[in-house]
């Protein structure tokens, strides 16, 4: 028996989208700081913090997991799973570059 939303595609696209926001939220909380999105990216980018803000940027993609595990949405999750292995080596590039 298939459930409705159980994909790994559907997984990997809800969780780079949610990392997206995420990485947007700590802008919008800082804008009275930065005022543009152009000199907040210019800020983490030469303070070297671009690495960081996208490593908790990825951190509600632990709600998504959860939420897909709970609901036995394993392949889902398995999406979810897959985004975060990528945002990780990306992360590690950066670090390591």
Avoid: C
Wanted: avoid cysteine; charged fraction near 10%; aromatic fraction near 20%.
């Amino acid at each position: 028996m298939t459930k409705r939303f159980d994909n790994i595609w559907l997984g990997l696209g809800l969780s780079i989208i949610l990392t997206a926001i995420a990485f947007f939220g700590f802008y919008y909380i800082n804008e009275d700081r930065f005022h543009t999105l152009s000199t907040f990216f210019n800020y983490i980018t030469f303070t070297g913090m671009f690495s960081s803000v996208i490593s908790l940027s990825a951190l509600p993609n632990l709600i998504l997991f959860f939420l897909f595990i709970w609901t036995r949405r394993y392949r889902s999750a398995r999406g979810v799973l897959t985004a975060v292995m990528l945002i990780t080596l990306l992360v590690a590039f950066l670090r390591l570059s």
